[in-house]
Every structure is written in C-alpha cells, then in structure tokens.
C-alpha cells in the first residue's frame, strides 16, 4: 500500500504546492528548474508530467504566466498562442491564492 491508498494520509494539493513554492522563489523558472527545485525541498509525489500539466493549468487560471526573458534580462509575457521555451512566473492572483490557502 502506497502512501496515497491509505485514507489517512492528508492529499496535497499539487497546484497550491506548486504555487506556494513559486511563490517563496518569485523568479521565472523553467519547467525542470521547478520540478527540480521542489525534488530537492519539498514532498514531491507528483511526475515531471503532472507538473507539466499543472502548470498549464495554472497559467489558465491566471496564477502564473507564461515569460520570456530577453538578452537584456527583460521579461516579457507570452502569447497564448506563442510557441517556444517558456518561464512561468507567480502572478499577483496566485500570490493572493497563496495567501488566502496557507494564511501567509
């Protein structure tokens, strides 16, 4: 029985752990550094696909966005329908779902 069958194990809820850790970063990341990031400081239970997944998710309910950064260090957010490696980065509304879920 894996951690996830037994019925008292608290669920995480991947997106606002997702969330809280763009948050405590506040930085554009690239997918891997996210993932890697949370290997190494949080209880990841999720796949590099998941995050995958989540991420867009999130970006469809405004909590993070889509960056590209320049040569010159700007950051500039991305179309919709822009193809290319992408930087998520925390926005205002996912920073207050932060608050609001963990009273921070």
């Not at 554009?28 to 949080?42: A, D, I, K, S, Y």
């Not at 909590?63 to 205002?92: P, Q």
């Not at 509304?93 to 921070?104: I, L």
């Amino acid at each position: 029985m894996g951690p996830s069958d037994d019925a008292h194990v608290p669920r995480i809820d991947t997106e606002l752990q997702i969330l809280r850790f763009m948050s405590e970063y506040d930085i554009p990341l690239q997918p891997r550094q996210v993932f890697g990031g949370m290997v190494l400081n949080e209880d990841v239970t999720f796949s590099y696909g998941t995050l995958q997944n989540k991420l867009s998710s999130l970006v469809e309910s405004e909590d993070l966005k889509r960056v590209s950064i320049n040569r010159d260090g700007d950051i500039e957010e991305m179309e919709a329908d822009e193809s290319g490696r992408a930087n998520y980065l925390i926005t205002k509304e996912g920073k207050r779902r932060v608050a609001t879920e963990y009273g921070e």
